[in-house]
């Protein structure tokens, strides 16, 4: 098999192969030495990259531990992995790791410990919620000391993504199924180890000085955990932290009165109501209309978030690849949904103030979890509709109930938020068959074919065409109403330098801070001043305070709780890539029949019953067709001048005769004048046709690669 190399500098078009090579290290005016201190309310369950939360994603990791590559504003940067190629069939890749890269005691880094954690996130044993996304990949070897190779079943738009683990210690954890110890102390491969952390309180992380690609400028980082915005806000504002995260506008505004800076950056949660589509009026699509037309979506950012927030009328976030916007949102009218709401006949007949539905009194509920945001959005959503003059209550409930009543369609409008990751996937949302978190019971068989085209597709333009054709569907039939994006909050103090490039992700980007040395000595003291403070004899008085008892473990919320149940089942609902894995047939399996001893057998087998008539089989792709006429495709003049280089892959259409009856673009050159010229070429292509196991000749799909010049 012919393979092509992709080592961090050509464009295909599949999702995330922008290779392109992008220095990541710390700028050349950064002085080493000094700590930093981060408060925060999120702290994590546990340190093992095996079992991260489902919900969003763990910073710590990449402090930690390191990735094959990092993937920053759709570029891939290379980290353990110094290069990597795909097959020419695009059914595997094989990634050429770094040399000299060392863990945390010392041991050296090499293609056993790939292998190792992908094996230990398969085993049922461990119950990883990554073993989803491990679904198309078939299995993982080692090639060498240095070199690992992954194969899927089948030809997708994740393939390089799914690839990307963090890699766990072999040598440590060889035949060990009891991970407790190592995630709360791991050893990894990161710029920082873990030097102690007392749960609910204090996490504190050490330079590691053997870092593989550079020496992290900061020695020594704390990470504060506090119980509320309240006080990690009090914190910054008193110089006992540098960073500030997880504020919510309150805080902000806090902060603002006192002069102190802050930044707003563009988050991942979606945040949108759900209707029941079993329902009546909830059914209608003019009633859905109605509602859409009654929420002022900019003064709801403005009051429950003040103004901290983007709207939308998508699934997916503005900021994201496949977010289309052309596409326009149902405008604010509450004269257009007064009309609506008379179509469907509601009327006031009486001296209350709410319209009755076929002379029916009539109360619309809003379901929600116990939590003060969604509360908070989900009232200010009633006083929209209640101004229309229909009756509307809000019912908010704990995570448990709320996940039971979605499944039970015990609702009549459901407002929730779900986050949204570079990897996109509406299928377990909107599929009409595999959307196990298609509350709304939405069916639409044109939705379900662009939501499985959006996935099971190698090229990203096509893959977008579908996300967005996914996206106006949902807009025109309003199965939810798609509210507001958030923005995270954040607030640096002077001394931290170095991440204003990365104000998305803060805690992923630390080995790349710095503080400048005449404000490196500094105290470390996180306990809060209050109003009342008590004189000094008194403090001395004071007995020690008593050790710190490990919090108990908070509730999950809904959305933990629903992404778990996907990570189980993934497998059982998700439909497989287009292509499965078939080995191609060979000359003596198309041309000769079975022996006529296997031939009888066959024939008895079917008797009874007697069989069909046999459906026209389906096009198989074909890995090595045997050509029988080629064309080179004309390098043309204007690219010649301009010195235009790649590689474009067509995926043919092969009849019967061997003729091609279809061509397109599989894999892109980067270059339109380029892929064209291909597509012309292979078109002229003749193969030897293809048999069945009867010797009946079948169509096939085949790959036919061309590099230019």
Not at 594 to 622: G, I, N
Request: with cysteine.
């Amino acid at each position: 098999m012919k393979f092509f190399r992709v080592s961090g500098f050509v464009l295909i078009s599949t999702l995330f192969l922008l290779c392109i090579k992008v220095e990541r290290k710390p700028s050349s005016l950064a002085e080493k030495g000094g700590i930093l201190r981060i408060g925060m309310l999120k702290e994590p369950l546990n340190l093992n990259p095996l079992f991260p939360s489902l919900a969003e994603p763990n910073p710590f990791y990449d402090l930690i531990f390191q990735p094959l590559f990092r993937i920053e504003k759709e570029k891939v940067i290379p980290v353990l992995a110094e290069s990597w190629e795909f097959s020419e069939d695009l059914k595997s890749i094989t990634f050429y790791l770094r040399k000299g890269v060392k863990w945390h005691d010392g041991k050296e880094f090499t293609s056993e410990d790939v292998v190792f954690t992908y094996n230990m996130i398969k085993d049922p044993e461990m119950n990883s919620p990554l073993k989803a996304q491990l679904r198309f990949i078939k299995s993982v070897v080692p090639l060498g000391k240095y070199k690992v190779k992954y194969n899927f079943s089948g030809v997708y738009l994740y393939e390089l993504f799914d690839c990307n683990l963090y890699p766990l210690p072999s040598h440590i954890l060889k035949g060990n199924k009891d991970m407790s110890k190592f995630s709360e102390n791991p050893v990894g491969l990161g710029p920082y180890k873990v030097k102690n952390w007392i749960k609910g309180n204090l996490l504190e992380l050490e330079s590691n000085e053997n870092y593989f690609l550079f020496t992290p400028l900061v020695k020594t980082i704390y990470f504060k955990f506090y119980d509320s915005p309240k006080t990690v806000a009090l914190a910054y504002e008193q110089g006992r932290i540098d960073i500030a995260l997880d504020l919510t506008p309150e805080e902000i505004l806090y902060l603002k009165e006192k002069n102190l800076t802050f930044n707003a950056v563009t988050g991942n949660r979606v945040f949108f109501i759900g209707f029941n589509l079993e329902k009546f009026p909830y059914n209608e699509l003019n009633f859905r209309k109605a509602i859409s037309s009654l929420i002022n979506k900019d003064e709801l950012i403005s009051r429950a978030v003040g103004g901290y927030a983007e709207k939308t009328f998508s699934p997916l976030p503005p900021h994201h690849w496949a977010y289309d916007p052309s596409l326009k949102d149902v405008p604010f009218n509450p004269d257009e949904a007064e009309k609506l709401l008379s179509s469907l006949g509601f009327e006031n007949r009486d001296r209350d103030p709410y319209l009755e539905l076929n002379r029916k009194k009539f109360t619309m509920k809003i379901l929600t979890e116990n939590e003060p945001f969604k509360k908070k959005v989900a009232e200010i959503i009633k006083e929209y509709i209640e101004k229309s003059g229909i009756r509307c209550e809000v019912d908010s409930v704990p995570a448990l109930d709320f996940v039971r009543r979605l499944r039970d369609k015990d609702f009549d409008v459901y407002l929730f938020s779900w986050s949204m990751s570079e990897k996109v996937d509406l299928i377990p949302l909107w599929h009409s068959k595999y959307g196990i978190f298609n509350f709304t019971g939405f069916k639409n068989s044109e939705l379900d074919r662009y939501l499985e085209n959006s996935i099971l597709t190698i090229n990203q333009e096509k893959s977008k065409q579908n996300f967005s054709m996914s996206q106006k569907i949902l807009l025109e039939k309003l199965p939810s109403i798609y509210l507001f994006v958030n923005k995270n909050l954040v607030a640096f103090s002077d001394r931290v330098k170095g991440l204003d490039q990365y104000l998305a992700s803060p805690i992923s980007n630390l080995d790349l801070a710095w503080v400048p040395k005449n404000m490196q000595e500094i105290a470390v003291d996180f306990e809060l001043k209050t109003e009342e403070e008590k004189p000094e004899e008194e403090i001395k008085e004071e007995k020690p305070a008593k050790p710190v008892e490990k919090p108990a473990t908070p509730p999950p919320a809904a959305e933990e709780i629903l992404r778990k149940e996907l990570a189980k089942k993934t497998e059982e609902v998700l439909p497989a890539p287009v292509e499965e894995e078939t080995p191609p047939p060979s000359k003596k399996e198309v041309t000769e029949a079975p022996p006529l001893e296997e031939k009888k057998e066959e024939v008895k087998a079917e008797e009874t019953p007697p069989p069909s008539k046999p459906k026209p089989r389906e096009p198989q792709l074909v890995a090595q067709a045997k050509i029988l006429k080629m064309a080179r495709p004309v390098y043309p003049e204007e690219a010649k001048k301009l010195n235009l280089r790649g590689m474009a892959i067509v995926r043919v259409l092969v009849n019967k005769n061997g003729r091609v009856v279809k061509a397109e673009i599989l894999k892109s050159s980067k270059f339109p004048i380029l892929d064209e010229s291909a597509l012309e070429a292979a078109k002229q292509f003749v193969f030897e046709p293809v048999k069945d196991e009867e010797g009946e000749p079948v169509e096939f799909f085949t790959n036919i690669p061309f590099r230019f010049p």
